[in-house]
């Protein structure tokens, strides 16, 4: 009843500001001698409240898209219709001079934005910890209006319900600013008989828990933007990375009900023990810990009931938002701002499938077998699906939790350089790599000193030629070399749209750049990075992709490897673990296999390619013995011509007779490389190998003698 009275009170006192700000506008009694213009105003009040909880939230369900696509723009429209049907409610009561349109533009929009102001004052929207937006029963209703790729009633909602959460907390923390944060306090004590929770909370704080309230999208954002530590206050980077592992859980209702549709039986059925309590939660997942009917203890990842559509949905908003902005802002143009918000929103729509997760663990479980010092979950996948997922449980601490490690008897130096090297595998000699190792996703097993790595939703992918510039980048920042580090970073990035790079001087860039962050060995590679990017920004760069990711990678592994040994580089440690991976991966056994590959894969192009070289060859010489080959030549010298073309084809048979020999050489060896045999002590893949290798001689020696002979006969007019 209290918070009705205030509100009334309130809406009442902004529409008395309005008028008088307002020269057009101005209100009269609805009945002079029994509602006098005090009770006018209440009762406008009381309306205006009911149009704001009725009316508003209704248009906003069917143009908040364009409110976003407007840049906020369309809302002086929806502020004018709202403030449009107050007037009509009561025409006597309102007196308008023209233009009226004009006027009411005018009159709702101090009317919104003095509403707002003494909400904050009064403390009438204070923030709503902990709520799930995605867990409310309507969510299940708006998936089924999904058309395509765009579900507009979910985008209405979500810029709906962003924006009600967005100021709540801005209101609070702006008020809380202010000396009027105690009035506020006491008000929200009378109005719903508690003190406002953030009051004693700093900004850091009050920031995480907004990001919580927004939904998994947003938590994501902040986690990425909490790897970038070099750049963030103490205060704040600690507040960022309590989202990776402190986010409020759902029910256990929704969990049991989800693992029924994805599995087709109850949790109690398929597990011998089935924990109903969250273990952990993240932003767009539960995990719960669970054990085998053969005695196995694994956790069962359960994805947020109706996450794809809400992310999906402020993942087009976020576009939307960005494609203007980039076309209004030259700084949004330079840094591709749309071009960023689609890698986060493909990295975030491909960890939705858990499918892809369990397959990228499979993988980097063959990559990290030769690390006995590493230790990756197995899959189950006869109980996963694509918002289910059941692994391995894993035993650990943080990596980042040095006290514990210690404690433990565990060497710190030895457990930081393993990490490294198998972060220097996966990037650098494998091309799949971790892309979010944060301490949340690394685990030391403190009875074992294994590391554990966890989440694998993302994973960073980079090929051969990417490789070799990333490793070309970490050695030059060894040697502190900027113009080097500038010449690996021109083939890792490419020009923004519309720029036109000028080389010379961002090498001359790169080269201070090098003296000014490379100069000492045990340099922030964080820091070194994101200056880095700052310089190649300004040059008119950005880095590809995968590079943004790999980047982001280094720089959390320099992270962890600082908390554990402060004095140890990540560069120097990761060239150091590149040359013992190559001692150990360029073996005999290891070049002979990868020749063998090689070989077998030539030889299967060139069977496939057999049949039409065959055909063509035997169509050709059909014409050539009929007098029907078609060929073009100078009719302006023709007696020359038909003499050269003469010599042309008697070669050309002898090299096309040589060629079918040769490849049927070269061939029958590979092939004959494939067979495991011995015959009369000597191994038929060995012989087999040895006469591919002497074809292969023979053939380019036939190959130069053809070119060089051609070079000869161009050079003489008359051969």
Known sequence: MIYFVIRVLVNALALAVTIILSPGLRVQPLLPGVIDISSTYLLFGILFGAINALIRPLVLLLTARLVVRTMG????????????????????????????????????????????LMEAFFGLDKPEFHSQTETQFYWRWVRLLSSGRRNAIAENLRVVQITDIIGRYTKDIAVDMTPLAHFRSFMQELLFRDVDPLQELSLPEKVRYMLQELGPTFVKFGQIVSSRAAQLPPEWLAELERLQNNV??????????????????????????????????????????????????????????????????????MRDLTKRIQRRQAWAQEIDLRGLVDEFANGILYELNYQNEAANVLLLTRNMAQFDGIHVPQIYAEL?????????????????????????????????????????????????????????NVLVNLETGQIGFLDMGLMGELNRAQRMALADLLVSMQESDGYSMGKAALRLSKPLPGRVINEADFLEQMDRFGQRFLGTSNANIAYSFSALQDVM??????????????????????????????????SQVAVESSLVLAREQLTSDALAKTVRVQVSR????????????????????????KGRLSVHIDTSDLSRE??????????????????????GWIVGAAIASTIDVELMGFRLSDLAFYMFVAGALVGAYVVIRALWQQRNEDDDPYA
């Open 73 to 116: 723009l369309f809302a002086v429209v929806i502020n004018a219709f709202l403030f449009w049907l107050l007037t009509w409610s009561a025409p006597s009561a309102f007196v308008i001079t023209s233009p009226q349109l004009l006027w009411i533009v005018f009159s709702g929009t101090v009317m919104a934005v003095v509403v707002i």
């Open 248 to 317: 409020p859980p759902f029910s256990y209702d929704i969990a049991h009900r989800i693992i029924i549709q994805e599995l087709g039986d109850e949790p109690e059925k398929l597990f011998a023990i089935f924990e109903p309590e969250p273990f952990a939660a993240a932003s767009t997942a539960q995990v719960h810990r669970a054990t085998l009917h053969d005695g196995t203890a694994v956790v069962v990842k359960i994805q947020r009931p109706n996450i794809d559509v809400t992310v999906k949905a402020d993942l087009n908003v």
């Open 384 to 440: 996963s699906s694509s918002k289910v997922l059941t692994m391995e449980f894993i035993a650990g601490e943080k990596i980042s939790n040095v006290a514990a490690i210690e404690a433990a008897g565990i060497d710190k130096g030895a457990l930081a350089r393993e990490f490294v090297q198998a972060m220097t595998k996966q990037a650098l000699f494998d091309g799949f790599f971790h892309a979010d190792p944060h301490p949340g």
């Open 537 to 570: 920004r300004r040059a008119g760069l950005r880095l590809d992709p995968n590079f943004t990711l790999a980047f982001k990678t280094l720089m959390q592994a320099d992270e962890i490897i600082r908390r554990l040994v402060p004095e140890m580089a990540l």
């Open 602 to 625: 030539s030889s299967r192009e060139v069977l496939y390619r057999i049949p039409s070289l065959v055909e063509a060859t035997t169509k050709w010489l059909d014409q050539y013995e």
């Open 642 to 663: 038909v003499t050269k073309l003469d010599k042309a084809l008697t070669k050309g048979l002898e090299r096309l007779v040589l060629g079918l020999v040769l490849a």
